[in-house]
């Protein structure tokens, strides 16, 4: 008897043993796909995690159905380090491969409907969906699901499936289809019978009447002439300017012959420079200082000023270890920033850069997995979000996580919750790697790590080419208010530094930390404010589709002409967005060209390259935009930063708030001045004494961290203590405060550490859940393994209680 261990896409946590013959015991290697059935009548596309002759005591292993590869596709680092990702987080190891895996990869079966042969049907006797799923199955002889759903225009048609079956009509099969297909792009060549001296002659002979068909062909060898290279039917038709039907007629003719090529999705064309990279004297000691830290330690953290060029030194250390043959990955916080990163390492390294995240279409991410699996010279250097820890490298040799601060690295859904930098940390290890983490202003942990001596540190606290850090002006709003010197949301200082910006012809980037017009509209007459029907939380106003939506479910309704409460029309707006900042710049600067970059404007897959490459090109005066314009981007013209308001950040409910609003407002500050002036950033806040708003001004990053360490120490955060959150979520109120009331009394009986909760979040219902958490602190001398096995052992018991089974319990392992 022969078996395998393989992993499910699905979210279970224990692997599952499936039979196979000799010949595939074998051939099947750790690491290879095969299809297996699961349950009644579903397929999945499995991976293999061990071959082995144990034959399982609890159930009778199934057969495989096929096997989809001829070598892994999968290396064992890869798997082991997946395996430490489920233990760690407490997912199961199902979600890890099926986050990991590109779904082109992961062959889904599809039910196809088909007629059953022998059976006579009486007409009569059917329902009119069923007579018109019986019709179309004499069209056509199989239908999928989705092709049904579409006959009948609804969306639950199993009921009607399940009687035609009763009846005898027809039958259901299982199909797995492989969903990844390569490129192929067609392209034209004369055909052989007029490659001799007088096939010409005779090739325009034959064509004397036809001048369309003649244009093409002496297009044809223009083209030929100048490039040198095999040419596409695309090029053909730009370049003679006709349509690609004649071209196909000229086929058809035997004049032309087509064929095709796989091409890679993405390649680029990008010329690569010879100048050779100059460091300054400032970076090159942090570059010696980097490999020296090297020697000794695995893990080294750059803390850089903004604009200090750390992307250079990168770029040096990278030079570095291509030569050596091995490869490096580079982790960025936002799609946004590979954009303008990728084209600077491409004049470096050429077409040795590949790119891997979320916008690529599947066959794009599956190209990119295959050249990294082959250790493609096209994929020696990996640029991705977090998702690109996921790849299958054959031998990593450095990994750089930029703006490791980033709350964006931490994975919130789905599962597996994992925390990009921490896991990069754990596969550099697996690999025998060096990591590099850079930041202008590290997160507590890392820096904390860095001064206990467990990671390595290098201060890098000059601007590149020794320009000044911007200078800091703070305005007090109430002041402002009071004198009345404000203009919509800006104050008269704001206006006149704008005014001043682009007069000598800079840029300038506002800042406001939420999306939209703004968050709240209110009823003047009873107060009524519009709420969202499946979310605890006031609908935000989007004035340009002139609706008002919700930002966690996506629900949405026209904007009110009257209260839906008192039918007053007295509504006015609350708060503001960057919809308003934008209408409002319009009035008082009409003649700049502003442009806004939030969730909104950068949906398509080119978003982000549209809106950076416009500003770069000046084609924009001033850009509005959230958070996405803090991560390191670099434009050289901008001169003013204005922060429109400081004060919401700091005010939000959380232990790590003063943390991220310093590191927020020093970001975005960074943006300004890069090249050779001084630039200058403008915050307005309510409250300019605050202590994290006047380590902003004077760059104080050590007194932040310094007065940020003592409060987790006194409160018992980290990283004194590691923090697990459990959120439970139900759609019946009193069900889930009982159920979590149940599980905090279990946890805090048999823990012995600090448990807090049952607590109602500040937004307690979400797509008509709702919602309650339960925070457990873990310090550092508990063995952290031991404690979540205990944890685990009371989740288990807390969903065997048949009343609680309903509940969903998240669990979230270092809560960011």
């Not at 599952?16 to 796909?33: D, L, N, P």
């Not at 291509?322 to 050429?350: C, D, K, M, N, W």
């Amino acid at each position: 008897m022969y078996f395998i261990e393989v992993i499910l896409p699905l979210s279970l946590a224990k692997t599952f043993t499936y039979r196979v013959s000799e010949a595939e015991f074998h051939f099947i290697k750790k690491g290879m796909r095969v299809v297996v059935p699961f349950g009644k009548s579903k397929m999945y596309t499995a991976l293999v995690l061990d071959i082995h002759q144990n034959e399982p005591n609890l159930y009778e292993a199934k057969e495989i159905d096929q096997i989809l590869d001829e070598r892994p596709i999968a290396t064992e680092i890869q798997i082991k380090h997946w395996l430490w990702i489920a233990n760690y987080y407490m997912c199961s190891i199902g979600d890890v491969y099926r986050g990991a895996f590109p779904s082109g990869l992961l062959l889904e079966s599809e039910t196809v409907i088909s007629n059953k042969p022998e059976t006579i049907v009486n007409d009569s006797e059917l329902s009119d969906d069923e007579f018109l799923v019986y019709e179309a199955l004499h069209h056509q002889s199989s239908l999928k699901v989705q092709d049904i759903i579409s006959i009948l225009n609804k969306k639950n048609i199993f009921p009607v499936l399940q009687k035609m079956i009763a009846k005898d009509i027809i039958v259901l099969e299982e199909e797995i289809k492989e969903t990844y297909k390569p490129k192929l792009i067609r392209y034209v060549k004369l055909h052989s019978k007029y490659e001799s001296d007088n096939g010409l002659a005779a090739l325009l002979e034959e064509l004397k009447s036809a001048n369309k068909q003649k244009e093409i062909v002496l297009a044809f060898f223009q083209l030929k002439a100048s490039e040198k290279k095999p040419i596409t039917v695309k090029k053909l038709t730009e370049f003679s300017n006709v349509s690609p039907a004649i071209v196909k007629a000229l086929v058809e003719k035997e004049i032309f012959e087509e064929y095709f090529l796989q091409h890679d999705r993405v390649s680029f064309s990008g010329e690569k420079t010879e100048k050779e990279l100059q460091l300054s004297s400032a970076q090159e000691k942090a570059f010696l200082e980097i490999k020296d830290c090297f020697s000794t330690k695995e893990v080294c953290l750059l803390h850089g000023v903004t604009s200090s060029g750390k992307t250079e030194i990168y770029i040096k250390l990278i030079e570095e270890y291509l030569v050596t043959g091995r490869q490096v990955l580079y982790l960025l916080p936002e799609i946004a920033l590979t954009t303008q990163l990728v084209s600077r390492l491409r004049l470096h390294f050429g077409d040795k850069v590949a790119v891997f995240h979320s916008k690529y279409s599947n066959n794009e991410r599956v190209e990119a997995w295959k050249q990294t699996l082959e250790n493609s010279p096209k994929a020696q250097i990996i640029i991705g979000a977090r998702s690109a820890l996921f790849l299958p490298f054959s031998d990593l040799g450095l990994l750089i996580v930029d703006e490791e601060h980033e709350q964006t690295f931490k994975q919130t859904d789905p599962a597996p919750r994992y925390h990009a930098r921490d896991a990069a940390i754990v596969l550099a290890n697996f690999h025998k790697a060096q990591v590099l983490l850079g930041s202008a202003t590290p997160s507590l942990e890392t820096y904390y790590n860095a001064q206990a001596g467990k990671y390595g540190l290098v201060e890098l606290s000059e601007r590149y080419n020794n320009v000044r850090m911007p200078e800091v002006v703070l305005v007090d709003l109430k002041d402002k208010h009071f004198r009345k010197r404000m203009t919509g949301h800006f104050s008269d200082l704001l206006i006149e530094e704008i005014a001043e910006a682009l007069s000598l012809g800079e840029q300038v980037i506002l800042f406001q930390n939420r999306r939209g017009y703004s968050p709240i509209i209110e009823c003047l007459t009873c107060g009524h404010v519009p709420h969202c029907q499946q979310c605890d939380v006031s609908l935000t106003f989007h004035k340009n589709k002139n609706q008002l939506r919700c930002h966690y479910c996506g629900y949405s309704i026209a904007k009110p002409t009257n209260c839906h409460s008192c039918s007053s029309i007295d509504l006015t707006t609350k708060g503001f967005g960057t919809e308003q900042i934008e209408q409002e710049l319009g009035s008082i600067f009409p003649n700049a060209k502003t442009a806004r970059m939030d969730q909104d404007t950068t949906r398509g897959k080119f978003g982000f390259e549209k809106i950076i490459d416009t500003f770069k090109n000046r084609e924009v005066d001033i850009l509005v935009g959230t958070q996405m314009l803090a991560k390191g981007l670099d434009f050289d013209n901008v001169s003013l930063v204005g922060i429109m308001n400081a004060d919401n950040m700091l005010h939000h409910p959380d232990f790590r708030a003063f943390e991220r609003s310093y590191q927020m407002m020093t970001q975005v500050a960074g943006r300004a001045g890069r090249s050779e002036k001084q630039g200058k950033v403008v915050i307005q806040t309510y409250n300019p004494n605050h202590n994290t708003i006047q380590q902003v001004t004077n760059h104080n990053y050590t007194g932040m961290y310094k007065e940020q360490l003592y409060d987790r120490q006194i409160y018992k955060y980290p990283p004194y203590f590691r923090i697990i959150k459990l959120t439970l979520k139900h759609r019946d109120y009193e069900k889930l405060k009982e159920g979590s009331m149940w599980l905090y009394q279990v946890l805090n009986q048999n823990l012995g550490m600090p448990v807090l909760g049952p607590e109602e979040p500040a937004i307690s219902r979400i797509r008509n859940e709702y919602i309650r958490s339960i925070l457990i602190k873990i310090p550092h001398d508990k063995h952290l393994g031991n404690t979540k096995k205990t944890i685990q052992k009371m989740l288990n018991s807390f969903e065997a209680v048949a009343q609680y089974r309903a509940i969903k319990v998240i669990t979230n392992v270092d809560f960011y």
